[in-house]
């Protein structure tokens, strides 16, 4: 019912920056909060960045003043530009949404299919 696309990872050299995105499409009445996750090999996944759909954005402390995040309601689009980017940054970047597909359809979360970001020393 709703999918999401993700783009823009790849690799860059400690220092450089990524922009990432997520577009969310299918039946949907209203996307409430997005965020980004990471999952490095060997560790747990964990949340990097979240927006709320008013905008109220969260950080985990790894990242604050580096990256991002944003979103166009319009397109149910959310971004994470990430600068000053360093070979611990390197991971599976997944999207998560929380969508609502009717006006009285209770909250789901959905994910993207991942991108990889590299960093290189």
């Known amino acids: 019912q709703v999918q999401l696309v993700e783009s823009g990872g790849g690799l860059v050299q400690a220092g450089g920056s990524l922009r990432l995105s997520c577009a969310a499409s299918?039946?949907?009445?209203?996307?409430?909060?997005m965020g980004w996750y990471r999952q490095a090999p060997g560790k747990q996944r964990e949340l990097v960045a979240r927006?709320?759909?008013?905008?109220?954005?969260n950080y985990v402390d790894s990242v604050q003043g580096r990256f991002t995040i944003s979103r166009d309601n319009a397109k149910n689009t959310v971004y994470l530009q990430m600068n000053s980017l360093k070979p611990e940054d390197t991971a599976i970047y997944y999207c998560?949404?929380?969508?609502?597909?009717?006006?009285?359809?209770?909250?789901?979360?959905?994910w993207g299919q991942g991108t990889q970001v590299t960093v290189s020393s």
């Open positions: 998560n949404v929380g969508v609502r597909v009717g006006a009285s359809r209770p909250e789901s979360d959905y």
């Open positions: 299918g039946r949907i009445f209203i996307v409430n909060a």
């Open positions: 927006i709320s759909r008013g905008g109220s954005t």
